[in-house]
T-cell receptor, first 116, second 111 residues
Framework: NAGVTQTPKFQVLKTGQSMTLQCAQDMNHEYMSWYRQDPGMGLRLIHYSVGAGITDQGEVPNGYNVSRSTTEDFPLRLLSAAPSQTSVYFC???????????????FGNGTRLTVT | GENVEQHPSTLSVQEGDSAVIKCTYSDSASNYFPWYKQELGKGPQLIIDIRSNVGEKKDQRIAVTLNKTAKHFSLHITETQPEDSAVYFC??????????FGKGTMLLVSP
């Protein structure tokens, strides 16, 4: 059981470039989400999905797109990278979609993104 | 959005001492309060959680207390060990499918 797998581990982009952060889970979890972690800010929710074909915005969605075509995958797209998007990005999943009060979030090990 | 305040931001203790981290929140509808531990270079991992119908929960050296009236909850670690050194996050549910994280406490346990 691999759990939640994120690729790549590290990425450097120039301003204006686009890229996709990959996230896959093999636990058949319905709920998946993306967080960004910045120093002194904790983790902030970018987008989340309660099942295939369903996505919604979190606290800081601007500049990011997501899609959920399968239960296993939840990629995060940066269409035009900006220095303000320099951060560590975490993908997380859980088996419950009901108010997030029933099951723990399982996190990947993160992607460290630098935008110059 | 909903907010959770976490204190202290850093905490240094000697091995064997106890450590306490406190969080306060504003959303009276929150009913789920997990705590996550994040080691260097890894994603956060759930260590304990508590629901609003319970005032205290223990798991070996870790305990969490919840005061819904005062809207605060705390993490207690007894007999701290160097491997307890990490960043700890208090979390609460806010909205139907979202969790709000505190800003984290860096705990350093010195041998």
């Amino acid at each position: 059981n691999a759990g939640v797998t994120q690729t790549p581990k590290f990425q450097v982009l120039k301003t204006g470039q686009s890229m996709t952060l990959q996230c896959a889970q093999d636990m058949n979890h319905e709920y998946m989400s993306w967080y960004r972690q910045d120093p002194g800010m904790g983790l902030r929710l970018i987008h989340y999905s309660v099942g295939a074909g369903i996505t919604d915005q979190g606290e800081v969605p601007n500049g990011y797109n997501v899609s959920r075509s399968t239960t296993e995958d939840f990629p995060l797209r940066l269409l035009s990278a900006a220095p303000s998007q320099t951060s560590v990005y975490f993908c997380a999943s859980s088996y419950s979609t009901r108010g997030q009060g029933n099951s723990p979030l399982h996190f990947g090990n993160g992607t460290r993104l630098t935008v110059t | 959005g909903e907010n959770v305040e976490q204190h202290p931001s850093t905490l240094s203790v000697q091995e064997g001492d106890s450590a306490v981290i406190k969080c306060t929140y504003s959303d009276s509808a929150s009913n789920y309060f997990p705590w996550y531990k994040q080691e260097l270079g890894k994603g956060p991992q759930l260590i304990i959680d508590i629901r609003s119908n319970v005032g205290e929960k223990k798991d070996q050296r870790i305990a969490v207390t919840l005061n819904k009236t005062a809207k605060h909850f705390s993490l207690h670690i007894t007999e701290t060990q160097p491997e307890d050194s990490a960043v700890y996050f208090c979390v609460m549910n806010s909205g139907y499918s979202t969790l709000t994280f505190g800003k984290g406490t860096m705990l350093l346990v010195s041998p």
